[in-house]
Every structure is written in structure tokens, then in C-alpha cells.
């Protein structure tokens, strides 16, 4: 399972990469292999100030559909459009081309809940 060491995770399967006060949010590799060919990714909170926790999207499985929350507080900046005509790149490609939102992370963000790469890989065995 590929769970790359400089990004962070949460126990919902996204990751997060943070770099200054923005942050790029995807989800991991195990999750994509759970829920097998992805098929859409509903994104419509772009410009939305989001608390921790909140539902940002979802993406759509050939036999489920699976709500991606917000790990960390923000306002969502971008949406990854490519995944409009690709979201095959959730399945290809989660940590690279198949990022979902890029996020300005607001002041009061609270990040502690964050996982490292070991305590992600401890989570899903």
C-alpha cells in the first residue's frame, strides 16, 4: 500500500499535503481500492469556508458513492478539473494528478488530528 512519508492523513482516507497556508486534499490509496473504478467526483463547495469535518464532495464508484470530508478548516480555493473527463485518476494516480481540492487553510485551523504516513498504516493494517 502506497502511503507516501510528507503527507498527512485522516482516519476518513484523505490525505494532505500542506505547503505554507495551502493545502492540496486527496484521498489515499487504500481508499481508492476500496471503492474500486471510480466514475465521478462531485465537487461543489469551490470559494466555501468549510469547518474540520465538513462533507466538501463526493466521489462516485461503479457501486457506492462516498462522502470526502474536510480534514482540516479552510476555504476551498480549486477544484481539479482534469477529474471532470479523468476521475480514473483517483484509481491511477491519488497522490499525483488525481489531488481533488486545493484549500487556503484558515488561521484557526486545528491540524493535531492529522496522522503521520506510521500512524495511517497502523489504522489500515
Not at 466555501?48 to 465538513?54: C, V, Y
Not at 497522490?95 to 481540492?101: Q, R
Request: charged fraction near 25%; charge should be negative; glycine fraction near 8%.
Amino acid at each position: 500500500m502506497n502511503t507516501p512519508s510528507e503527507l498527512k492523513y485522516t482516519k476518513d482516507h484523505e490525505w494532505i499535503k500542506i505547503e505554507g497556508n495551502v493545502a492540496t486534499i486527496g484521498i489515499t490509496d487504500f481508499a481508492q481500492g476500496e471503492l474500486g473504478d471510480i466514475v465521478y467526483v462531485d465537487i461543489d463547495t469551490v470559494d466555501d469556508d468549510l469547518d474540520n469535518g465538513a462533507v466538501f464532495g463526493s466521489v462516485e464508484a461503479v457501486k457506492t458513492v462516498s462522502d470526502l470530508f474536510l480534514p482540516i478548516a479552510g476555504k476551498v480555493t480549486e477544484f481539479n478539473s482534469e477529474l471532470e473527463a479523468q476521475p480514473e485518476l483517483l484509481n491511477t494516480d491519488p497522490y499525483g494528478d488525481g489531488w481533488i481540492i486545493k484549500l487556503e487553510i484558515a488561521d484557526s485551523a486545528d491540524q493535531s488530528g492529522l496522522l503521520t504516513a506510521e500512524e495511517y498504516q497502523a489504522i489500515i493494517g
